[in-house]
């Protein structure tokens, strides 16, 4: 099977469980952050709720109900976390059409996952929430009532047109991110998810069939399937970093801001194929490809992440053999 395959196929709701379950879930409980440098174009009071944001959730044990909306589609799921001896658990359930269940369990709470949602990126960036605050706004403004819960709206506005915008409401005594948007170039609502009902403590485990169980992996050098070339991009949006230290011969390349993540695949091919492009987009999530000539060689290039199609389009553009 093709990366295209592959990547297209993690865009169906029945594969792209566990990676619901990794952002959603590191998303609520954020890796911890050293002390914060003070930062011209950061108010005190968004790093402030930053740092709280990773202090106090990531020892949180909670379950609840969760909806998650991209364009027209709904699902629901019933979501718990749980922490005990320094050692994270996850459950993620879906409760709308086919029963599914998502599990992760003994990994650290600590723990970075490349990939996931917000502040997932805090040892990439040094600790620091300057490199978040160079590439977007941040406001602080009164929160709506969700879950039955009293919340606080941090809105997340780019300086540029190379990632979305958010907005996020955090929980006023756990910090937890009670609901989630994701607003387009045009303030269309691309993804939205949101507690429904929330519970400071662990659910019980239901019997739903286990549709997956998310990975827990720590990528390394020999983790990196190789294509046989050597190959970089020669051009990133401002603020994004590399996630791990993939070998220049990696099929894979991954990259976050802090907030935005994005990876970029490339396969040799024993053929040239018809150029063209192919989008594939599910809420904020797109998946690009196209085929091209690098230096005479015909390479399938892919770009997936949670960034505009323009951005996707222009990564692929950067592709050089070395």
């Known amino acids: 099977m093709s990366i295209v395959d592959k990547t297209l196929g993690n865009l169906r709701w029945d594969v792209a469980l ?40 990531q020892q949180a044990s909670y379950s609840g109900v969760v909806t998650l909306q991209r364009g027209s589609d709904m699902q629901i799921m019933e979501l718990s976390h749980s922490v005990s001896n320094g050692q994270a658990s996850e459950e993620l359930v879906r409760l709308t059409g086919q029963d599914a269940r998502v599990e992760r369990s003994g990994h650290p709470t600590g723990c970075m996952h490349p990939g996931h949602q917000l502040l997932r990126a805090a040892n990439v960036l040094n600790g620091s929430f300057c490199g978040l605050a160079s590439v977007y706004k941040f406001r602080v403004q009164p929160g709506d009532r969700i879950a039955d819960r009293e919340s606080v709206r941090l809105r997340v506005e780019p300086r540029d047109m190379y990632r979305f915008g958010h907005v996020l409401e955090l929980d006023q005594d756990t910090a937890l991110i009670l609901k989630s948007s994701t607003f387009a170039a045009d303030q269309r609502v691309l993804e939205q998810f949101q507690f429904a009902s929330l519970s400071m403590r662990p659910g019980e485990p239901n019997d739903a069939v286990i549709a997956h169980e998310a990975s827990h992996p720590h990528p390394h050098e020999s983790a990196h399937l190789r294509t046989g070339v050597s190959w970089e991009l020669a051009w990133l949006p401002d603020g994004f970093m590399a996630t791990d230290a993939a070998p220049p011969e990696s099929q894979r390349k991954s990259y976050t801001d802090g907030l935005a993540s994005f990876s970029v695949f490339l396969e040799p091919l024993s053929a040239a194929i018809k150029p063209g492009e192919g989008v594939e987009r599910q809420g904020s999530t797109v998946a690009y490809t196209r085929g091209v000539l690098l230096q005479r060689r015909p390479v399938l290039i892919t770009v997936l992440g949670e960034i505009p199609t323009n951005t996707a389009r222009m990564l692929a553009d950067s592709v050089r053999l070395r």
Do not use: I, R, Y
């Open 18 to 57: 566990p990676s619901l379950l990794a952002g959603f879930l590191v998303l609520l409980a954020p890796a911890t952050l050293v002390a914060q440098p003070q930062c011209e174009s950061l108010d005190p009071a968004v790093a402030q709720l930053l740092q709280a944001m990773s202090n106090n959730a």
